[in-house]
């Protein structure tokens, strides 16, 4: 993610202050769904999508995580 910065005018601060407020979220967060439903921008991939995580059992190995090239390479073996 890009870190910028904009300048907006009084009501348009006090509106997104507002929205950001009732929504429980950060301004930065509903300005940038403003945009991506503004500029026809995909949205990110959230992470819930991958239903498949967690799904499987590393069966007593610890370093699944750090090696897991290594582990799937194993599997196809």
């Known amino acids: 993610m890009i870190r910028t910065q904009l300048q907006l005018d009084d009501a ?3 509106a997104l202050r507002e929205m ?3 929504q429980r979220k950060s301004m930065s967060a ?5 945009f991506h439903a503004h500029l026809a921008v995909k949205k990110p991939v959230k992470l819930s999508t991958f ?3 967690g799904s499987g059992a ?3 190995r610890h ?15």
């Not at 509903?30 to 403003?34: K, L, P, S, T, W």
């Open 20 to 22: 950001a407020h009732k």
């Open 58 to 60: 590393s069966v007593g």
């Open 63 to 77: 370093d699944i995580s750090v090696r897991h090239d290594e582990a799937l390479e194993e599997d196809f073996r």
């Open 12 to 14: 348009s601060y006090n």
């Open 30 to 34: 509903v300005a940038r769904e403003i």
């Open 51 to 53: 239903t498949f995580i």
